[in-house]
């Protein structure tokens, strides 16, 4: 960070530099450090900004045998982006806290001046990932290249397309018209030039670097407005998870009335066909699911499966406040929490079950009573071999609701324990007779919420509460939620953070014949797989990375690189298909012996 800063402008403003840094928090974004006279660079995340005592605090720096240039308390400067914002600051000292486990952070008092600076004349808009602005253009033969938007701003934009077009797209070295499409149905035409075409052979990807070419008054306005909105879309899911109110008109399907007129067009070309034959009975009930299904999605609006997630954990925490206050409990606020889940579900199962495994820590009881939902409708779900959407909503809610009971534990909301001491298994058997009586006196109200509300806390020999129900006493769906809610307890390690590591889980539940019903486990085990969605794997290629995506077997097909073993370094996010590519998996990874931060974890999951 030897530059001098001659753009930009230098913030003295001790609450104005805490605001940039809680935006790098959120952002999770790589704060890199150097050392004066050094050729050296490390790199760290913020974990937490400290409105009063003006403090911030540092993640462990990687690589971690650079760590003692930290440790040392030498002075560094540091640089970091978040939305196309510089930040540097320069002379900074660290104060080193090691905690129980041997893992060191860095208390940092906010610097006295951060330099700051952004073009904001070519602000590069990121588009997310759930949201789908397609790029028309044309290939060398004359046919029609369908590209996706990545990001944009008022000088270019970046382009993905599936498939090699790194030679046929030569011709757009000279402006030539491409036709942005965005989901209300509006466009723009402008021209682009390619600046760099590259082929990602692991993604099978081509990734284009497109300068705009000389745009009218109209044109410029047209892209200005688009960056704009963006930026809206970005600080409405930041801020606001994603609320369907917040994203902008530009980014959400067509009214109504448009797709009604579409679709009675469809209907009216369609009037001259013969009469199909008659449908039978089957094939009427699965028409009937497919109708209810579509009339959700429609009656819920665009569903994105992170929305969904912050709006099951949200529903929680209202169910967990209410019960505590001894008040009426928002039971129409969980349902519909409930049912948006369970559309993300059906839409696209496997990125939302992934939201339920790397997690924050601070929300643990919230977070955990969605993702056993969740798992348990997939389990039950997908064992079952049937398209069952009703069944679905009541187990994702039932997961919702299972442990009421804790919350009303002195500081209950942060039991991670699965085993409680006598005298907090005895209050809790009284919650959970309370809440069980709460539950099956209020309208609408699914039996399977009543039942997994109480019978989770059950054990196979007895041991449990609130009843002390053995073996054959306890309904299969309990007998499987209590696995459901042990192996949620146990593959999320609390330390200092929350580490995902699956396989101990699995161990640990197999030495509980007693206490579990075996079937269950291996049913779970089966149906996860030995490297579920979101575990931290060794690969082939000597690198750290999350499975992200399984077959139909549970196995892995698609992994995210995020950590280089031979460099003991983080690496930027890449997915790779894992058969194309060459790799497979090794073995199971544990995160906290390597020493990975959670916060470098949780990173590819906001992409």
Same mark, same amino acid.
């Not at 890199?32 to 911030?56: C, E, H, W």
């Not at 007129?261 to 013969?274: H, I, R, T, Y």
């Not at 699914?446 to 129900?469: C, H, W, Y």
């Not at 090794?586 to 990975?596: C, N, S």
């Given at each position: 960070?030897?530059?001098?800063?001659?753009?930009?402008?230098?913030?003295?403003?001790?609450?104005?530099?805490?605001?940039?840094?809680?935006?790098?928090?959120?952002?999770?974004?790589?704060?890199?450090?150097?050392?004066?006279?050094?050729?050296?660079?490390?790199?760290?995340?913020?974990?937490?900004?400290?409105?009063?005592?003006?403090?911030?605090?540092?993640?462990?720096?990687?690589?971690?045998?650079?760590?003692?240039?930290?440790?040392?308390?030498?002075?560094?400067?540091?640089?970091?982006?978040?939305?196309?914002?510089?930040?540097?600051?320069?002379?900074?000292?660290?104060?080193?806290?090691?905690?129980?486990?041997?893992?060191?952070?860095?208390?940092?008092?906010?610097?006295?001046?951060?330099?700051?600076?952004?073009?904001?004349?070519?602000?590069?808009?990121?588009?997310?990932?759930?949201?789908?602005?397609?790029?028309?253009?044309?290939?060398?033969?004359?046919?029609?290249?369908?590209?996706?938007?990545?990001?944009?701003?008022?000088?270019?934009?970046?382009?993905?397309?599936?498939?090699?077009?790194?030679?046929? *797209? %030569?011709?757009?070295? &000279? $402006?030539?018209?491409? /036709?942005?499409?965005? =989901?209300?149905? @509006?466009?723009?035409?402008? +021209?682009?030039?390619?600046?760099?075409?590259?082929?990602?052979?692991?993604?099978?990807?081509?990734?284009?670097?497109?300068?705009?070419?000389?745009?009218?008054?109209?044109?410029?306005?047209?892209?200005?407005?688009?960056?704009?909105?963006?930026?809206?879309?970005?600080?409405?899911?930041?801020?606001?998870?994603?609320?369907?109110?917040?994203?902008?008109?530009?980014?959400?399907?067509?009214?109504?009335?448009?797709?009604?007129?579409? *679709? %009675?067009?469809?209907? &009216? $070309?369609?009037?001259? /066909?013969?009469?199909? =034959?008659?449908? @039978?009975?089957?094939?009427? +009930?699965?028409?009937?699911?497919?109708?209810?299904?579509?009339?959700?999605?429609?009656?819920?609006?665009?569903?994105?499966?992170?929305?969904?997630?912050?709006?099951?954990?949200?529903?929680?925490?209202?169910?967990?406040?209410?019960?505590?206050?001894?008040?009426?409990?928002?039971?129409?606020?969980?349902?519909?929490?409930?049912?948006?889940?369970?559309?993300?579900?059906?839409?696209?199962?496997?990125?939302?079950?992934?939201?339920?495994?790397?997690?924050?820590?601070?929300?643990?009881?919230?977070?955990?009573?969605?993702?056993?939902?969740?798992?348990?409708?997939?389990?039950?779900?997908?064992?079952?071999?049937?398209?069952?959407?009703?069944?679905?909503?009541?187990?994702?809610?039932?997961?919702?609701?299972?442990?009421?009971?804790?919350?009303?534990?002195?500081?209950?909301?942060?039991?991670?324990?699965?085993?409680?001491?006598?005298?907090?298994?005895?209050?809790?058997?009284?919650?959970?007779?309370?809440?069980?009586?709460?539950?099956?006196?209020?309208?609408?109200?699914?039996?399977?919420?009543?039942?997994?509300?109480?019978?989770?806390?059950?054990?196979?020999?007895?041991?449990?509460?609130?009843?002390?129900?053995?073996?054959?006493?306890?309904?299969?769906?309990?007998?499987?939620?209590?696995?459901?809610?042990?192996?949620?307890?146990?593959?999320?390690?609390?330390?200092?953070?929350?580490?995902?590591?699956?396989?101990?889980?699995?161990?640990?539940?197999?030495?509980?014949?007693?206490?579990?019903?075996?079937?269950?486990?291996?049913?779970?085990?089966?149906?996860?797989?030995?490297?579920?969605?979101?575990?931290?794997?060794?690969?082939?290629?000597?690198?750290?990375?999350?499975?992200?995506?399984?077959?139909?077997?549970?196995?892995?097909?698609?992994?995210?690189?995020?950590?280089?073993?031979?460099?003991?370094?983080?690496?930027?996010?890449?997915?790779?298909?894992?058969?194309?590519?060459?790799?497979?998996?090794?073995?199971?990874?544990?995160?906290?012996?390597?020493?990975?931060?959670?916060?470098?974890?949780?990173?590819?999951?906001?992409?």
């Amino acid at each position: 960070m030897e530059q001098k800063d001659t753009e930009g402008q230098f913030i003295t403003s001790t609450n104005e530099i805490l605001r940039l840094f809680r935006h790098v928090q959120e952002k999770l974004s790589p704060v890199t450090i150097t050392f004066p006279g050094m050729a050296k660079k490390l790199t760290t995340y913020v974990v937490n900004v400290d409105n009063d005592s003006r403090q911030l605090l540092f993640d462990e720096v990687l690589p971690l045998t650079d760590s003692p240039l930290m440790q040392d308390g030498r002075p560094f400067n540091l640089e970091t982006y978040y939305d196309g914002c510089r930040i540097r600051a320069r002379n900074i000292k660290a104060i080193p806290r090691k905690d129980s486990e041997g893992s060191y952070s860095y208390l940092v008092v906010a610097p006295d001046e951060v330099h700051y600076y952004q073009r904001r004349a070519a602000f590069r808009a990121q588009v997310r990932r759930t949201l789908n602005i397609w790029a028309h253009l044309l290939d060398d033969g004359g046919k029609v290249v369908r590209a996706k938007l990545r990001d944009l701003s008022a000088e270019g934009c970046k382009l993905e397309i599936d498939g090699n077009y790194q030679h046929v *797209l %030569e011709r757009y070295k &000279e $402006a030539q018209p491409i /036709k942005f499409t965005f =989901p209300n149905g @509006t466009n723009m035409t402008p +021209k682009v030039i390619m600046r760099h075409v590259v082929y990602d052979e692991a993604r099978k990807m081509t990734q284009c670097g497109c300068q705009l070419g000389e745009l009218t008054p109209g044109e410029e306005s047209q892209v200005a407005n688009v960056v704009n909105e963006l930026q809206r879309d970005h600080i409405n899911f930041v801020r606001n998870g994603g609320n369907p109110e917040g994203v902008p008109a530009l980014f959400l399907p067509p009214t109504q009335d448009s797709a009604r007129a579409a *679709l %009675e067009s469809k209907l &009216e $070309a369609l009037e001259n /066909k013969p009469e199909p =034959p008659a449908p @039978t009975a089957a094939e009427v +009930k699965k028409s009937e699911q497919a109708k209810a299904k579509a009339v959700r999605a429609r009656q819920s609006g665009p569903i994105d499966y992170r929305v969904a997630h912050q709006a099951g954990v949200s529903a929680v925490r209202s169910l967990v406040a209410k019960l505590r206050a001894e008040q009426e409990l928002p039971i129409s606020q969980a349902m519909e929490a409930a049912e948006d889940l369970s559309v993300a579900w059906e839409t696209d199962r496997q990125p939302l079950l992934m939201l339920t495994r790397i997690r924050n820590g601070q929300d643990f009881l919230f977070e955990h009573s969605v993702s056993v939902g969740l798992q348990l409708a997939d389990q039950v779900v997908r064992s079952q071999q049937k398209d069952d959407s009703e069944l679905v909503r009541k187990l994702i809610f039932a997961g919702m609701v299972h442990d009421l009971a804790k919350s009303l534990l002195p500081d209950g909301v942060q039991e991670t324990r699965v085993k409680l001491p006598p005298d907090r298994n005895a209050l809790l058997q009284k919650h959970a007779q309370k809440v069980r009586s709460i539950l099956a006196t209020m309208p609408n109200v699914p039996k399977e919420a009543v039942m997994v509300a109480t019978q989770n806390f059950e054990r196979l020999n007895g041991s449990g509460i609130p009843d002390g129900l053995r073996a054959d006493e306890i309904h299969p769906l309990g007998k499987m939620a209590a696995v459901i809610d042990v192996l949620d307890m146990l593959a999320n390690r609390v330390g200092r953070d929350v580490y995902y590591h699956p396989v101990l889980a699995f161990k640990a539940m197999l030495n509980l014949p007693q206490e579990l019903d075996s079937d269950s486990v291996k049913k779970v085990i089966r149906y996860q797989g030995l490297y579920p969605l979101g575990a931290t794997v060794k690969l082939s290629n000597g690198y750290i990375g999350l499975v992200m995506r399984h077959n139909d077997d549970s196995k892995p097909t698609h992994a995210r690189l995020v950590y280089n073993l031979a460099d003991q370094s983080h690496f930027p996010p890449r997915d790779i298909e894992l058969a194309s590519s060459g790799v497979t998996v090794e073995a199971p990874a544990d995160p906290v012996k390597l020493g990975l931060s959670n916060s470098l974890l949780r990173l590819p999951l906001q992409n």
